[in-house]
């Protein structure tokens, strides 16, 4: 079935979110994210997550997790500044997710 609209058929973020959520079901989401992300971008994607673990971690300055994942100082502030949008519930979430998934647990 063609789109004969002059419109992209996906318009919202919750869509992606959605078809990641069932791939995830599908247990094709490593595929998925291999097909929507170039290697920079998942690359990226891993120093975001990063990022947030050294944040809420607390233990190392922003210089400090910017010398470890070598990017910049502005990335790290990024990072600080969405975290300051989210309430503890969700800090709280977030890092108890990423020490679980951390080899180093």
Do not use: C, Y
């Amino acid at each position: 079935m063609s789109n004969s609209q002059e419109t992209p058929e996906f318009t919202e973020w919750r869509q992606v979110v959605d078809i990641l959520r069932q791939a995830t079901t599908e247990q094709k989401d490593d595929t998925l994210l291999r097909l929507l992300l170039t290697p920079d971008e998942r690359s990226v994607l891993l120093s975001r997550v990063n990022i947030l673990h050294e944040l809420l971690n607390g233990e190392r300055s922003q210089r400090k997790i910017s010398e470890l994942l070598g990017v910049g100082v502005a990335t790290i502030t990024r990072g600080s500044n969405e975290l300051k949008h989210h309430d503890d519930d969700i800090k709280v979430w977030l890092s108890a997710l990423l020490k679980e998934q951390s080899p180093h647990n």
